[in-house]
């Protein structure tokens, strides 16, 4: 690429991804962040509380980063103040939850000029999105399901299933999710603790059997939908993937039956700017839908494929930013 062709990037990260930025190849913003620069792009970090507004305009507070013997850094001096629209991309990836701060981080994109500035993904539409509950927009692909906050109902769909997964809707990594079946004799304190006294709506998803092999984690970047996938196994005495380690990831392959499937989710997706997407998937049924900070699990791909995933991921994400600016309209002056 060559310095006429350079542009310019902001990356929004999770607090933790910060603290630990060097060195941290288990995340995806790590591998982004360093083929980015690679490649010759400026590359910009900051966090949720470093966004911020000046009357109608959306701003960050970024420390750049760059390259150093084939790892990442950043410039730990004071973090430089920027219009976010002076940025060509923006890619927003804090991890959830997604509570009141999440959602104020997305709120001010509400002013950055999505016509000039490319957002992957688009805040504005990532508080459109619920990670579970819109996995019903696919509903033809989803286990059966009901969101509520009722704890009858979610008693009644468990005696309908036997086997039944409870889970919130605003976060992340497994967490607050409970397995139930009819013989659970502490139903009553998971569904009052998840509801939080019946006042928060929670997911209750029909158990599938193929979760003791573990879920697929399908890619998605575009409309593209990678051959590359990845299983992820439960963990040591737990029903789901709890443990990032090694041993609990294995190879796998996508069936045409699941690629036409994530194929037809990621139009819908790309549609409402939603770029970035990570399909977990069991008995060829889609469990969740990822959008926030999806994590694509390269450094495993590389390891149990023998591979340079980053690299073919990286052709797939700037043949889309390089289309996307293309239709971009010219400023006049």
Known sequence: MTDELKQTILFVIDDLELKYFEFNDLVTNFWLIKEFLKRNFEVFICV?????TEGCVAKANCFEAYLKNENIFYKKDEPK???????????FRPDPPVDIDYINACNVFDYVDTEKTFVINNPVAIKNFNEKFH?????????ENIVTANADEIKNFVREHNKVILKPLNRCFGSGVYY??????????IIKNLTNNGKT???AQKYLEGAAEGDKRILIVGEHVFDECITKLPGKDDFKFSIHSDKYFKTSKLTEEEKKMAENVAKRLNAVELYMAGLDVIDGKIIEVNVTSPCYF?????AHNNEHFENVLMDKLINMIETKKEKMPVALC
């Open 48 to 52: 949720k509380n470093g966004l911020m």
């Open 81 to 91: 103040k920027y219009v976010i629209d002076e940025f060509d991309v923006v890619f």
């Open 135 to 143: 996995l019903n927009y696919f509903s033809h692909y989803a286990p």
């Open 180 to 189: 139930v079946d009819t013989q659970e004799r502490n139903i009553n304190a």
């Open 201 to 203: 709506m929670i997911m």
């Open 298 to 302: 390269i450094r495993e791909i590389n």
